[in-house]
């Protein structure tokens, strides 16, 4: 008999999929005596139930990072063409997690749900992947941000770098293996003086331990690939911004304080110099993301690599081809709130920054088919546009 399509995604007997957990432990002992996979098993099970029939295109995918900004916007995408979806998060406090609280929702009203954990719980990640065959991983959880590796760098290695090889030392155990698709950095081109950057490019002069801990990914792909046949692709994203954004980065805080009437900082190079950036629209780095999945070929395991295949190892550009600079972003920002910004114009401190990011997308182009269509005009109007509605809301 042929299986029924959610049989061919969950590993459990479908008669469990709707199954409430019976009664809930002290919750001082759930750990020690209550199977925690009841508190998420229905919530995921239902998450990967597909609202159709399946095609053969079908995905099953873990989002990791699914309540961050990149994570909520691929998830909600993958969820919506209709491939199965299931996020993870571990709602840290690096940014008011009320935000990320808010994506949860978004996600949950388009029925995805997002599991409460972090990566480097192996335990936590066995299970889920005991639950579910996920086909693909969009490993999208990290530490981000640039200035704020030097305040607490430690977070970097424990996030970007254990967290992804506890992710992948799961996945290597799986059979079959998914493919796995993750979030890389332009920051890896770091002092490069070379423009545009091109995969190519060296990527050995990190400007910040941010940066470092993304190249250090990068060779651990490496690895994971030549050692146990792992397809993995590393996407380059080049300062992403729009709608649900973080609001660490320079476009998000710039609005807030120039709404506020509060000075923003803007930092110049040495001699007066604009601070440049290929800022990237997140519809743009979705459909590099989804391209990514749809073509990542299949993780082949240590037996493919016996019979002599290979499994995909590959790494992209994701940029906009357009850099602008700073100056650009806060005089924009000024024409849609109709309001003029307090420059506070500094020299830009040695904190892992570095001048111009401008990506060459010609392999994204030939092999994902990737083509970023959104300007830095269009792509603040539409952030501003939500930006308003969530603090009236807030
Ligand atoms: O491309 C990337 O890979 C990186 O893009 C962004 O990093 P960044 O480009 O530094 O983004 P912002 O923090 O938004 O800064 C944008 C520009 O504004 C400038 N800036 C920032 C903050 C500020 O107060 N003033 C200011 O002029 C920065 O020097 C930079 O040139 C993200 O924050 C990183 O997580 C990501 O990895």
Not at 345 to 372: C, W
Request: include cysteine; glycine fraction near 8%.
């Amino acid at each position: 008999a042929s299986k029924s399509p959610i049989q061919s995604i969950v590993k459990e007997t479908h008669s469990t999929i709707h199954s409430k957990p019976s009664s809930a432990p002290p919750a001082s002992l759930e750990r020690v005596v209550f199977n925690t996979e009841h508190i998420w098993k229905n919530d995921v099970l239902n998450s990967v139930t597909p609202r159709g029939s399946i095609s053969d295109h079908h995905k099953v995918v873990l989002v990791t990072g699914a309540a961050g900004f990149v994570g909520t916007h691929v998830s909600l995408a993958l969820k919506r063409r209709g491939d199965s979806v299931v996020g993870l998060d571990n709602f840290n406090r690096y940014y008011d997690p009320k935000l990320k609280r808010s994506r949860q929702d978004l996600l949950l009203n388009e029925g995805v749900y997002v599991v409460e954990g972090d990566i480097n719980d192996m335990e936590l990640l066995n299970r889920l992947f005991d639950t579910v065959r996920f086909t693909h991983v969009m490993h999208l959880a990290a530490q981000a941000g640039v200035r704020y590796a030097m305040k607490n760098p430690s977070s970097y290695i424990h996030s970007n770098i254990a967290g992804f090889v506890s992710l992948l030392e799961v996945c290597k155990s799986l059979n079959p293996k998914p493919a796995i698709v993750w979030a890389s950095s332009s920051s890896v081109y770091g002092l490069n003086t070379k423009l545009p950057f091109s995969e190519e490019d060296r990527t050995d002069q990190p400007a910040s331990v941010y940066a470092a801990t993304k190249k250090a990914d990068e060779e651990i792909a490496h690895s994971y690939n030549h050692i146990y046949g792992l397809s993995l692709t590393g996407l380059r994203f080049f300062t992403v911004y729009g709608p649900w954004g973080r609001p660490d980065m320079a476009y998000f805080e710039f609005t807030k304080n120039i709404l506020k009437g509060k000075k923003i900082t803007v930092f110049q190079g040495p001699g007066g110099v604009s601070v440049g950036r290929d800022f990237t629209y997140i519809d743009d780095v979705v459909k590099g993301c989804v391209a990514a999945l749809d073509t990542a070929g299949k993780s082949i395991g240590r037996e493919g690599k016996r019979k002599g295949l290979k499994a995909p190892l590959r790494v992209f550009n994701i940029g906009n081809t357009s850099p602008e600079s700073v100056e650009k972003l806060v005089g924009i920002l000024e024409r849609l709130l109709k309001k003029k910004a307090m420059r506070d114009v500094q020299e830009m401190p040695k904190n892992g920054d570095v001048m111009f990011t401008h990506a060459n997308i010609s392999l994204a182009a030939r092999e994902l088919g990737y083509m970023p269509t959104t300007d830095l005009e269009t792509g603040l109007k539409k952030f501003v546009e939500w930006y308003v509605d969530w603090i009236q809301k807030d």
